[in-house]
């Protein structure tokens, strides 16, 4: 079991930004894609967008829903991938999480293999 850690959440005010990190312990990330996924209350998880492994040259795809507003990143010296969220809204509220696996298919959460505990995203108006 792979272990992935998320943290960076917070309350934030709309229009604001939050940088979220999810580390990784006793594996390298770079050899797997990581996606990053939110949950809002009563809602079912969702995908946001991923990155595939460096082999696969780090490409990244988004959600519409966050297209030109958030950004994925890698820094494999500090094994840690990022999800840099801009101009956050409202709608932004929810539990985020990253996954891991061999690549990141449709971003279809079943098919991930290893997830962290989520962090906490909160979007004031």
């Known amino acids: 079991q792979l272990q992935l850690v998320e943290s960076g959440g917070g309350l934030v005010q709309a229009g604001g930004s939050l940088r979220l990190s999810c580390a990784a312990s006793?594996?390298?990330?770079?050899?797997?894609?990581i996606g990053w996924f939110r949950q809002a209350p009563g809602r079912e998880r969702e995908g946001v967008g991923c990155?595939?492994?460096?082999?696969?040259?780090?490409?990244?795809d988004y959600a519409d829903s966050v297209k030109g507003r958030f950004t994925i990143s890698r820094d494999n010296a500090k094994n840690t991938v990022y999800l840099q969220m801009n101009s956050l809204k409202p709608e932004d509220t929810a539990v985020y999480y990253c996954?891991?696996?061999?690549?990141?298919?449709?971003?279809?959460?079943?098919?991930?293999?290893?997830w962290g505990q989520g962090t906490q995203v909160t979007v004031s108006s």
């Open positions: 006793g594996f390298s990330l770079e050899y797997y894609a």
């Open positions: 996954a891991a696996d061999w690549g990141c298919s449709a971003l279809v959460p079943a098919d991930f293999r290893s």
């Open positions: 990155i595939q492994s460096s082999e696969r040259e780090g490409s990244t």
